[in-house]
């Protein structure tokens, strides 16, 4: 089963490494829930459409954002990615380019948490992963 839940989460990379965004909402399960850490744009936990349109917001504060995966760890029904996020502000033309950690959670073949980490370390711990 596990192989089927990496390959779950990999659908929504493969969406985010071509910035789109929207297509996620297709993938996940629908009260899918995200929690993003504090200090970035949308912080906080956002349920169901409300995880869509924070996604969304991502992509209208950054012309041309986009999330690839690194590195996908199994854990059973969690998994955990590394990924690398970059982008152009509008506006300002400020470069973001920042490695992410998330741990998803899978159940019946669809994502329905993920949840942002400051580290691998972190977010490997948070799956009971050292």
Known sequence: MSRENVEAVRAVYECWGRGDFR??????????????????????????????????????????????AEEYVDAGDAIVVVAHAHGTARGSGMQMDQRLAQA??????KPVRMEQYPSRAEALAAVGLT
């Open 104 to 109: 998803w959670t899978v159940r019946d073949g």
């Open 23 to 68: 297509s996620t909402a297709d993938i996940v399960a629908p009260e899918f829930e995200w929690e993003q850490v504090h200090g970035v744009v949308e912080p906080g936990s956002h349920v169901g459409a409300a995880a869509n349109r924070a996604l969304r917001r991502i992509f209208e504060v950054y012309e041309d954002f986009r999330v690839e």
